[in-house]
């Protein structure tokens, strides 16, 4: 039992106690409407101390980064986002590269254009003139981020930013809330009127295309003067907020969010003044276990208001977390295949956490750090031994994977994963590809569950460089239970249809299907970037009869 005068919440992977804050609004927890989500009075949870942030207007909770919370700054600023932990303290800085102004509002996390990947979306969408002609979202992979980053927090341009260019179809609005649904991909934008908050979507497929996009009018609703929104990790809750006053929507099975708002919404506690001086920033914690809020002003004070209903999902198992002690081999000679296997002895290898890499900072463990890159190993080796505990069979079995620049991954002794490594690559073979867009940003792939083992399991990975002269290498791994978005396939053969070679692909829609072609394997270049609609694309080339070509999706 809690002690007196205590609660209980879930952070991160695991349980704290702190105490009740006592100066909160009315004094006690609203009461919900039956079936709806309960929340505790907020908790502080720490001071946000760096004198980087002061005036705190978005929040958004990593979902592949545990513990991590991303805020930025209102306007005027450049487009810096923080990394902090759920205690306030500072991990790292980021920005994207040549933005040097924008009335930056909220921001919100989800997925986008690559499958299998978070995005963050900065919105400079704040107009408070009314004399804006279009607004501004930089969507951008999330970075990977570690607590020991808090020892030394760094600074860090943001790898593939891209501005996306919106217009309201009405007239020029003022916005401080940005919502991204996490089941359909669409971004929403909730106005800041004085009695009401106009609710405006670009689709999925709309973003990924990169052209400016006219927003489309869902609905309108009663809740007024919002600067804050956010939508929990599993999409089934909504939250939007002014200073003293916030609400939360169910969102029923079938509804897309724009539905879900149009309900009335239930009353949920946030702190309000004067203890938050102008509360512009609501998130949600990444296993729907609360909510955070962050105000405005010098060293704020960060909240969590814990969930007290039965609905709060069960957490997914976690086998791998990032960061774990891993084996290694960095000592420039091959291996047989037999270290793929769970019974191999790999007590002579080294062992560190990580990440590991060297050359691209934030390295936990500095592996292979020969300063004469001609002499720079193309692989190096990593084994993992991990235990399965006896419980529910787990049928979402997924990991996630930073790496540079190439990678096989193999459980148990089976393969998983192949990417930018040609098959039967052996120790002296480079990379297909420098993968440099994607080395600090998780990229999230489905595992055949069946392949796992009661009790003991091993995860074995080599990494590639792509050329001995290569700048840098990154290497860190989770497993966990959980659903991936399936990448972009092509379905079936290659037609030849008048002198033309016609590819049919089907996946999730509004993600990118980058097709790559080939003549001469392994070498593969790049032909074309789709955008999926209604969950299918056609890519078309002129076609000699005579000559062989080999296609293939950008793994």
């Known amino acids: 039992m809690p002690l007196k005068g205590q609660q209980r919440f879930r952070w991160g992977w695991q349980v704290w106690r702190l105490p009740v804050v006592g100066a909160l609004?009315?004094?006690?927890?609203?009461?919900?409407?039956?079936g709806a989500p309960a929340f505790a009075n907020g908790l502080p949870a720490g001071t946000v101390a760096s004198y980087d942030i002061w005036e705190a207007s978005g929040l958004a909770a990593s979902r592949q980064n545990p513990?991590?919370?991303?805020?930025?700054?209102?306007?005027?600023?450049?487009?810096?986002?923080?990394a902090l932990s759920t205690n306030g303290t500072l991990l790292g800085r980021y920005y994207v590269p040549d933005v040097y102004y924008g009335d930056f509002e909220d921001l919100a996390i989800g997925p986008g254009p690559q499958a299998g990947q978070d995005y963050l979306y900065l919105g400079d969408i704040g107009d408070n003139y009314l004399a804006r002609s279009s607004i501004r979202v930089f969507r951008f992979p999330e970075p990977a981020v570690y607590a020991f980053q808090s020892n030394a927090p760094g600074t860090q341009a943001i790898n593939g930013a891209q501005e996306i260019e919106l217009r309201y179809p009405d007239g020029p609005y003022n916005a401080e809330a940005l919502l991204l649904d996490p089941l359909s991909g669409d971004l929403f934008i909730a106005t800041k009127l004085t009695n009401s908050s106009r609710i405006y979507r670009a689709t999925r497929t709309e973003l990924a295309a990169g052209a400016p996009i006219t927003l489309t009018f869902m609905n309108e609703i009663t809740f007024r003067s919002v600067s804050a929104?956010?939508?929990?990790?599993?999409?089934?809750?909504?939250?939007?907020?002014?200073?003293?006053?916030?609400?939360?929507?169910?969102?029923?099975?079938?509804?897309?969010?724009?539905?879900?708002?149009a309900a009335n919404g239930n009353a949920i506690p946030v702190i309000g003044q004067p203890e938050e001086p102008n509360g512009e920033a609501l998130a949600f914690s990444a296993d729907n276990a609360g909510y955070y809020t962050l105000s405005e002003g010098g060293q704020p004070t960060l909240y969590f208001f814990p969930r007290t209903d039965a609905g709060i999902p069960a957490p997914n198992r976690v086998f791998i977390q990032p960061g774990e002690v891993w084996q290694y081999h960095d000592f420039g000679f091959a291996e047989d295949d037999a270290w793929r296997e769970a019974d191999y002895d790999d007590s002579w290898w080294n062992a560190g956490p990580a990440r590991f890499g060297y050359g691209l900072g934030g390295e936990a463990t500095v592996i292979e750090a020969d300063p004469e890159p001609l002499f720079r190993i193309p692989t190096t080796y990593f084994r993992k031994r991990f235990v399965t505990p006896a419980g529910p069979t787990v049928n979402n079995l997924a990991l996630r994977i930073l790496f540079s620049s190439g990678t096989a991954v193999f459980l148990n002794g089976r393969e998983i994963l192949r990417r930018n490594l040609a098959a039967g690559a052996g120790f002296g073979d480079w990379a297909t590809s420098a993968n440099v867009d994607r080395q600090n940003a998780w990229l999230a792939v489905p595992v055949n569950s069946s392949f796992l083992r009661a009790g003991t399991n091993v995860l074995a990975v080599e990494v590639h460089q792509f050329a001995p002269d290569?700048?840098?290498?990154?290497?860190?791994?989770?497993?966990?239970?959980?659903?991936v978005e399936a990448p972009p396939q092509i379905t079936g053969l290659p037609q030849l249809t008048g002198g033309s070679c016609r590819l049919e692909i089907a996946g999730p829609s509004g993600v990118w299907a980058e097709v790559e072609t080939s003549e001469r394997l392994p070498l593969w270049l790049p032909a074309r970037r789709l955008v999926l609609t209604n969950g299918t694309a056609v890519y078309q080339e002129p076609s000699a009869s005579d000559a062989r070509r080999f296609f293939r999706i950008r793994p």
């Open 67 to 82: 513990g991590v919370l991303w805020v930025h700054n209102d306007s005027g600023y450049r487009g810096y986002v923080f």
């Open 25 to 34: 609004l009315a004094g006690s927890a609203l009461t919900p409407a039956a």
């Open 229 to 261: 929104g956010d939508v929990s990790a599993d999409g089934s809750m909504v939250a939007l907020r002014r200073n003293n006053n916030a609400r939360v929507w169910t969102r029923q099975a079938g509804q897309s969010l724009d539905q879900a708002l």
């Open 470 to 483: 290569a700048p840098g290498l990154s290497f860190d791994l989770q497993l966990y239970e959980g659903k």
